[in-house]
């Protein structure tokens, strides 16, 4: 069965840091696409960053470039996001999905070339 479980998320201060995890089972996560996403209640869901499998080749939003990092794991079959320095407007659900049989010839952080999705890890940034 694909699954993937994030983790992680917590409540920081600006400026603080925090690292997010998608454990993947059910399949090998490294010959696929991974994105991480957020969302927050009456906004648009946001491509955070992402990975390709052909390459490695890794992606940004603008928001965050500079201070997410995006890493993924082979043995462990997960993939990681590192969020350092982090702002209020940071505080969403952070929600990591796959491609596996997804719309693959969407850009990688395009959330409709996802079909696998985790539940989210809340992650709040506060003073």
């Known amino acids: 069965q694909v699954q993937l479980v994030e983790s992680g998320g917590g409540v920081v201060q600006p400026g603080g840091s925090l690292r997010l995890s998608c454990a993947a089972s059910?399949?090998?996560?490294?010959?696929?696409?991974i994105g991480w996403f957020r969302k927050v209640p009456g906004k648009e869901r946001e491509g955070v960053s992402c990975?390709?499998?052909?390459?490695?080749?890794?992606d940004y939003a603008d928001s965050v470039k500079g201070r997410f990092t995006l890493s993924r794991d082979k043995a462990k079959n997960t993939v990681y996001l590192q969020m350092n320095n982090l702002e209020l407007e940071d505080t969403a659900v952070y929600y990591c999905?796959?491609?596996?049989?997804?719309?693959?010839?969407?850009?990688?952080?395009?959330?409709?070339?996802?079909?696998?999705w985790g539940q989210g890890t809340q992650v709040t940034v506060s003073s």
């Open positions: 990975s390709s499998s052909n390459d490695g080749s890794t």
């Open positions: 999905a796959t491609d596996l049989n997804g719309r693959w010839y969407l850009g990688c952080l395009n959330g409709e070339r996802y079909n696998y």
């Open positions: 059910g399949f090998t996560l490294d010959l696929y696409a």
